[in-house]
């Protein structure tokens, strides 16, 4: 399944031309120069512009005033999987992980990846537990000693009791 990917998310009007205010995510902006059209050809770029400010300004063919760019305020922009760029060895992109199953180094099923979190120290898995409840494990070498598209294996230390 080639699965969407969320590279920014739109966050209201600007200006009164149909000019949108975009919340990146990702490698940024010039992860969005790379795609001409989001969300399955929905969205088509005219122009992307930095904000100053850590996000973006986007117009898109589809809006054409402030009416149409309020509407879209939530909207994600999304490519499909298969348009991103090849990962060298070690990296991944976050929708490769959410929705893996995790499992202990000897098999046992504890849940599943249902999001990743970065406060500053590195990638943290947030896992939603077999058992109810969800915990975090980081994701390191450490804690979660291999990874691959069939799961992610947690090391017993970092399983909650």
Known sequence: MDKP??????TGAH???GDVRLKLFGEGLDA????AAFNDGALTVRTLRNDGKGGAIARFAEVPDRTAAEKLRGTVLTVPRSAMPPLAEGEYYHADIIGLPVTTENGTAIGTVVGIENFGAGDILEIEAVAGGRFMVPFTLVAAPSWSAEGVVIADGFVPD
């Open 5 to 10: 990917v969320t590279l920014a998310a739109i």
């Open 15 to 17: 200006g009164v031309t």
């Open 32 to 35: 969005l120069k790379r795609y």
